[in-house]
């Protein structure tokens, strides 16, 4: 069986971000260099900063990531892409153009007899009410209407300094807050709910935290946040038996 790798969190076109060419350019080397020995790629979210998806216009720029995708499923290899709460308005263009498989709620698979539950992980298991309300807003088709008749030239310009703000919130390198324990992260809350119906689930997979965790939840169960590829390039890979939680280094992606 072939590899199955999982990232989440680039952020790309991000005015928070300096290096933001060179971040694209070492996400397409990584995609570059795992698409022989890869037979599906997982996007689990915020793969952009801000991403709104006319009928007929889409975000310019991203050629060079846009371009490698489509040459890995035009070679066979799945790319599934999840919305995340800062590309949750991609529609049907990345499947259309691109290939991809596209997913707008958390899925359960089934990969080599194990159970995977995977998604970007906003909004589960947290209890933030602005932040429901704010993406209740934002998944509401009206609103999204209301949103899509500014003229693009306004609309990109308000929706990146908006993602520029929530970033800089918290700071480029600091990202999130560090760890904070079973009892206190919501990811892990919602793991340890969710396996009380559903025990069979051998690993819950989510973006969104910006950190690196790999937790125990039962002798079979795990959960793991993939981090991001701002300042850390982590990503997960599952060879068909074991799951890894890897850093990219340029020219290194095993196993």
Same mark, same amino acid.
């Given at each position: ?11 790309l ?13 070492r996400?397409v ?12 790629v997982?996007l689990?979210?915020?793969i952009?900063?801000? &991403? ?15 371009g ?10 799945e790319?599934?892409?999840f919305?995340?709460?800062?590309d949750i &308005? ?7 153009e691109?290939g991809?498989?596209?997913h707008?709620e ?12 995977l ?8 209890p ?25 030239? &306004?609309?990109?310009s ?9 970033r800089?919130?918290?700071?480029l ?9 079973e ?9 340890k ?26 002798r079979?169960?795990r ?5 991001? &590829?701002?300042?850390?390039f ?11 939680l ?7 992606t095993?196993?």
């Amino acid at each position: 069986m072939k590899n199955i790798y999982f990232l989440s969190d680039a952020h790309l076109g991000s005015l928070a971000i300096p290096h933001a060419r060179q971040q694209e350019r070492r996400l397409v080397r990584f995609l570059d260099e795992v698409k022989d020995k890869a037979s599906a790629v997982y996007l689990l979210g915020d793969i952009f900063d801000f &991403w709104y998806e006319y009928k007929y216009v889409v975000p310019k720029g991203y050629t060079r990531l846009l371009g490698k995708i489509s040459e890995l499923t035009d070679s066979g290899v799945e790319v599934h892409f999840f919305t995340g709460n800062h590309d949750i &308005w991609a529609k049907d263009y990345f499947e259309q153009e691109c290939g991809m498989i596209m997913h707008h709620e958390p899925v359960t698979v089934e990969l080599s007899d194990k159970v995977f539950l995977l998604g970007h992980g906003d909004g589960m298991g947290d209890p933030s009410l602005s932040f429901r309300i704010l993406r209740t807003l934002f998944r509401n088709r009206f609103c999204q209407f209301c949103f899509s008749c500014i003229h693009p030239r &306004w609309a990109m310009s308000f929706g990146l300094k908006w993602a520029r703000h929530s970033r800089m919130k918290h700071g480029l390198e600091g990202g999130d807050p560090p760890y904070m324990g079973e009892d206190r992260e919501c990811l892990v809350r919602y793991a340890k709910e969710y396996l009380k119906v559903h025990p069979d689930v051998n690993y819950f997979v989510f973006g969104h935290r910006h950190i690196e965790l790999d937790l125990m939840l039962s002798r079979q169960s795990r959960v793991l946040v993939l981090g991001d &590829w701002i300042t850390q390039f982590t990503y997960a890979v599952f060879d068909g038996e074991h799951m890894f939680l890897e850093s990219y280094i340029e020219g290194e992606t095993e196993p």
